[in-house]
């Protein structure tokens, strides 16, 4: 018990320094003076100090990588979960995730350690949802997006190609598609035309915006443009069949899936079903499953034979739940 009650000490000391460095916010002076800088560039005629004020507001909006810094430390890799976080298209730092991170594993740890749980057992379980329920959540909002994104991206297509049929130019056209189309395709097409704005090209601002997204709608878009550019045509006729084909590569998806629901709901209650059962079990009578989550000292690592055949079981059942997702993942 004494144990449990030093753990609990621990955990609450380490929240309130996560709530003090988290609501540390930036020196108010130096944000009165960005400010200032901000409001005297717009204001100035000079087409130089213009430009200077636009490329001040794009960087300030970059992540300063100030906050927090013992915690984004421990991300091997920072520049692939910064991708995705802006992949979400929410305007989180790292820090925060992080901060959100650690605040929910000592939660879940000290949840359990109230609950009886050992500390190993505790901390193991705590420091698996603390990290894993977020990248779950990022994944899924990520996914989401895109799905929204694909949906509405042929709508897009065809509005590009009234504008371009009715003589527009193409980055008018880019301008028309962000404030009239909604959702992530209008988002993405206004950070498209502002970085166009502030000196980079449409190719470049095109590359950057489907690096980030990833998706094979907005890849054949800019290799579509950049292969008009350089061979030259139709680019109206050529975007028009585009989106069509784009329509049809979605038709196909929702094919397969309504194929497969059948199959991926048996497996899905199939492989949730033991795991729910057994927190069920471990909440109602923990008393029943302590067993399993006592360490035996004569193991090795301080498992028992329970624990040892649980996770025996795990990897089995995680290998078969990869090798039947493999097995309904098409590419079209």
């Known amino acids: 018990m004494n144990m449990n009650l030093i753990l609990l000490a621990g955990l609450l000391t380490t929240m309130v320094a996560l709530v003090f460095f988290a609501f540390a916010g930036p020196s108010a002076d130096k944000a009165s003076t960005r400010r200032l800088a901000l409001i005297r560039g717009r204001h100035t005629d000079s087409a130089e100090a213009m430009m200077e004020a636009r490329m001040r507001k794009a960087i300030s909006t970059r992540q300063t990588g100030n906050e927090m810094k013992l915690l984004v430390s421990l991300i091997p890799n920072p520049e692939n979960l910064a991708k995705r976080i802006r992949m979400t298209g929410r305007k989180w730092t790292l820090a925060q995730y992080m901060t959100v991170c650690a605040f929910l594993c000592l939660g879940i740890i000290a949840l359990l350690v109230l609950r009886g749980f050992s500390p190993l057992t505790a901390i193991l379980l705590g420091v698996a949802g603390g990290l894993g329920i977020p990248h779950k959540v990022i994944s899924s909002m990520i996914a989401k997006r895109i799905a929204q994104f694909t949906a509405k991206f042929p709508d897009a297509l065809e509005l590009l190609v009234r504008g371009l ?168």
Not at 225 to 230: G, S, T, V
Not at 231 to 249: F, H, I, P
Not at 288 to 297: A, G, L, N, Q
Not at 314 to 332: H, K, T
């Open 165 to 332: 049929r009715s003589g527009l130019p193409i980055t008018e056209t880019l301008g028309v598609v962000a404030t009239e189309v909604p959702g992530p395709v209008g988002e993405e097409f206004r950070l498209v035309t502002e970085r166009i704005k502030i000196g980079k090209t449409m190719d470049q601002a095109l590359i950057e915006t489907a690096e980030r997204l990833g998706t094979a709608e907005i890849q054949f878009f800019v290799i579509t443009l950049a292969i008009q550019r350089e061979t030259g045509g139709n680019l109206a006729e050529t975007l028009s069949n585009l989106a069509t084909v784009l329509r049809q590569r979605a038709q196909m998806k929702l094919k397969i899936k309504a194929m497969s629901s059948e199959s991926k709901a048996s497996a899905y209650i199939i492989g949730v079903l033991p795991f729910v059962v057994f927190g069920l079990i471990c909440w109602i009578n923990y008393g029943y499953m302590e067993p399993f989550f006592t360490p035996d000292p004569e193991r090795i690592f301080g498992l028992g034979l329970m624990q040892m055949i649980g996770l025996g079981g795990l990897c089995w059942m995680s290998i078969g739940a990869f090798i039947m997702a493999q097995m309904i993942n098409f590419e079209i």
